[in-house]
């Protein structure tokens, strides 16, 4: 096979990795996984259990590096951490401890569950960063579609991470990718699984804004046929509205799937998620607060 054909067929295998297709996932990571991290699986951040998370560290840390936690998509109804090794790749490239963290899912429990779990794994994270050598004042939180909305509650309702023994201000931002971030729940399965209409209220990322929040970034594909990128948009020109730090960018091109495979294989994708990515976890209040424009396309 031509190098061109190689690349186009790890393409390919990348896309059903994130639609998941297992066989396909393991041929990527044959092709694309390096040696140059540490994968620690399993380790268990509560009693449940679904509540496991693994750990990534580059074989050469760099002292203080930074800790980024992400939280994957499924609908609140599916998802492993397993399936996110070339993530966990990737991240380990740019000098950063990963923390992939498993989670509790719909039919098994409703709306807060995923969102406790979540705070208890920053909490982990940062009790255990330098285990790593990872800087616990240094922890940024990443997710994707469902562990999008997860993450921008953590940053927007303090209350979650308060909860779970968090200091105030100890993340110093936060990410969303292709989130359902500032939306409204019009399908049966996720209504049900987000619990009772009367408290559907709480579960919107958007009615938590005060402008107080840490920065957050909003990326979403402008091709996204699963969440309209209108809701990235509305939630960061609201968050700047009340003096908060929130920027969106919309990449042309870009799907539901095809983004989160930008972070993971950005080798084979001309979206630059990564790198907005990595110029966020440098200096979060940099990328995200007024100064900068509240949406960019690219």
């Given at each position: 096979m ?8 790890v ?9 998941g ?6 041929m990527?990571?044959g092709l ?15 009693a449940?259990?679904r ?9 050469t ?5 930074p ?8 609908r ?9 090794r ?20 719909y ?9 406790q ?14 285990r790593?050598?990872?800087?616990p004042?240094?922890v940024v ?17 303090e ?6 023994g ?108 990564l ?24």
């Open positions: 031509t190098r061109r054909g190689r690349v186009r067929a393409l390919l295998a990348a896309l059903a990795l994130a639609a297709g297992c066989s396909p996932r393991r990527a990571e694309l996984l390096g040696s140059h991290f540490v994968r620690t699986p399993g380790l268990p951040y509560g449940e259990a509540q496991r998370l693994d750990v990534y560290r580059p074989r840390v760099r002292r203080g590096a800790v980024v936690v992400f939280l994957y998509g499924g609140w109804q599916s998802g492993s951490a397993d399936e996110y070339l993530l966990g790749d990737a991240m380990t490239r740019r000098g950063w401890i990963a923390v992939v963290a498993d989670y509790r899912l039919p098994a429990v409703r709306f807060p569950a995923w969102v779990d979540a705070a208890l794994a920053v909490r982990w994270a940062r009790d255990n960063a330098a790593f050598g990872g800087d004042e240094n939180v990443v997710g994707h579609s469902a562990g999008a909305h997860t993450a921008a509650l953590l940053a927007l309702d209350r979650w991470l308060r909860e779970a968090v200091p105030a201000g100890a993340v110093r931002g936060f990410a969303a990718l292709a989130g359902p971030v500032d939306t409204v729940w019009t399908d049966p399965d996720v209504q049900a699984l987000m619990g009772p209409p009367a408290g559907w209220p709480a579960t919107y990322p958007a009615t938590h804004v005060d402008g107080t929040e840490p920065p957050l970034l909003l990326l979403h594909g402008a091709d996204d046929e699963t969440v309209s990128p209108r809701s990235s948009l509305r939630l960061a020109a609201r968050i700047q509205e009340r003096g908060g730090c929130a920027r969106a960018i919309v990449y042309r091109g870009v799907g539901h799937v095809k983004i989160i495979v930008a972070a993971a294989v950005p080798r084979i994708s001309s979206a630059p998620v790198d907005d990515l990595a110029a966020f976890v440098r200096d979060p209040r940099g990328t995200a607060c007024p100064a900068t424009p509240a949406a960019l396309n690219r």
